[in-house]
């Protein structure tokens, strides 16, 4: 086992967490290709399946003697932190395509929001269906009229918007009041500004290859 404290890439790299992962989550790491970090029992997915193991990450509770493999492993035996937040904070890359980490037990699901909202890494939560992402101050993208697109605060959010069948502009955002969940474009354009708070985007999974060309890294 070799120790380290940190990995650095100029490229984005993919993460798989102990959660619930399926067979096109698996399929989609083997074609794109990334390096391949795992957070603590995220390691037996990638074990089960031969996959290349670039990392190892977190407090190695649940991984047994596989922590002795021959990868590098940053062992963190915080309670304070789940393994996301250990391996966001481990992990400085152009981003960071993170499965594993939604659907399930909800108050996981809920722990993964609260870690990339606070994390200064870009992090693609990947669902069965959807992608989460902290969106950024300002975003523009083309895509496909008619694609779903939310946008849901995580605390106050002032926003405006182009291209959205609901705008956002002069709506105060708030997770105890008004959300912007179920929208879509309606034109290829479309532009968001945050002038005030943070707010998770979410959009299909399927456009991921799309929005990971757009984004504003």
Not at 114 to 124: H, T
Not at 125 to 136: A, N, S, Y
Request: charged share 20%; glycine share 8%; proline share 4%.
């Amino acid at each position: 086992m070799t120790n380290t404290n940190h990995f650095t890439f100029t490229q984005g790299v993919n993460l798989i967490g102990g959660g619930s992962v399926n067979e096109q989550d698996i399929n989609d790491i083997i074609k794109s290709g990334k390096n391949l970090f795992c957070a603590d029992s995220g390691l037996n997915y990638a074990l089960e399946n031969n996959l290349v193991v670039s990392g190892l990450i977190g407090d190695l509770d649940s991984v047994g003697s596989q922590k002795d493999a021959p990868y590098p492993v940053l062992f963190d035996q915080s309670q304070d932190t789940n393994d996301l937040e250990k391996s966001l904070d481990a992990i400085k890359a152009k981003y960071i395509i993170c499965y594993g980490f939604l659907g399930g037990r909800i108050d996981h699901s809920l722990a993964s929001f609260n870690v990339i909202s606070k994390s200064k890494q870009i992090a693609f939560l990947i669902g069965e269906e959807d992608i989460c992402v902290v969106c950024p101050k300002h975003l523009k993208l083309h895509l496909p009229i008619g694609t779903r697109f939310a946008l849901f605060p995580m605390d106050e959010t002032l926003a405006k918007s182009k291209g959205l069948k609901w705008n956002l502009d002069g709506i105060l955002l708030s997770p105890k009041g008004r959300i912007s969940t179920s929208n879509e474009n309606v034109e290829e354009h479309i532009e968001i500004w945050i002038d005030d708070g943070l707010a998770l985007a979410i959009f299909p999974r399927k456009i991921l290859p799309k929005i990971i060309n757009q984004w504003p890294f």
